[in-house]
């Protein structure tokens, strides 16, 4: 289960409020990746990065902003133009070379 | 761009038998398929994976089956456990210009009942 940590595990948000939710690797992973869960929707990628300095929009980037400043971290920020961020984050990373990813325990976002 | 589709999206069994999950895919240069399981509340985590050059992979209870041709994977689980029961999710991994993506299916649950 170490390696891969995110923060805080619930987290509440006011209605036009940004939020930055936290996560941090300590395998080595080159690649880093967010994605958001609701119920019955599976996993859909927010942003993902390759290395440091460099990242990607994914299938539902709107909303969203991350940076990628250090190879051990990667915030991603709910802005409040996420029409509706209640959800399950995920993050996850990436070794080069390979092709499993691993997963934080993610973070509960509840807007009220 | 990719699309995986993945059938049942709920799955009742007893125990003892056995579970089988579907996914198809659209994208013909997807060369990954790995399939994760995801308890209440807790994070997915990757319990088998088939690669393109392969048809079959088997880990104890655990098999997937590849059909490239047709583009469709599936898990097979026998001799089913309550402590099976859980989302599964199947996704299909692209790679371009160096990154790689997994794109998911919606999940299944499974309950295996006692």
């Known amino acids: 289960d170490g390696g891969i940590t995110q923060s805080p595990k619930y987290l509440f948000r006011k209605e036009g409020q940004n939020v930055t939710l936290s996560c941090e690797q300590n395998?080595?992973?080159?690649?880093m990746y967010w994605y958001r869960q609701d119920p019955g929707q599976g996993l859909r990628l927010i942003y993902y990065?390759?290395?440091?300095?460099?990242?990607q929009k994914g299938d539902i980037a709107e909303g969203y902003s991350v940076s990628r400043e250090k190879k051990e971290s990667f915030p991603l920020t709910v802005t409040s133009a996420q029409k509706n961020p209640t959800a399950f984050y995920l993050c996850?990373?990436?070794?080069?070379?390979?092709?499993?990813?691993?997963f934080g325990p993610g973070t509960r976002l509840t807007v009220l | 761009g990719e699309n995986v589709e993945q059938h049942p999206s709920t799955l009742s069994v007893q125990e003892g038998d056995s579970a089988v999950i579907k996914c198809t895919y659209s994208?013909?240069?997807?060369?990954?398929f790995p399939w994760y399981k995801q308890e209440l509340g807790k994070r997915p985590q990757l319990i088998i994976d088939?690669?393109?050059?392969?048809g079959e992979k088997k880990d104890q209870r655990i098999a997937v089956t590849l059909n490239k041709t047709a583009k469709h994977f599936s898990l097979h689980i026998t001799e089913t456990q309550p402590e099976d029961s859980a989302v599964y999710f199947c996704?299909?991994?692209?790679?371009?210009?160096?990154?790689?993506?997994?794109?998911f299916g919606k999940g299944t649950k499974l309950t295996v009942n006692p």
């Open positions: 994208d013909s240069a997807s060369n990954y």
């Open positions: 088939i690669r393109s050059n392969v």
């Open positions: 990065s390759q290395i440091v300095n460099d990242f």
């Open positions: 395998l080595n992973h080159d690649a």
């Open positions: 996850a990373s990436l070794a080069r070379g390979r092709h499993e990813q691993f």
């Open positions: 996704a299909a991994s692209i790679s371009q210009g160096g990154s790689e993506k997994l794109v």
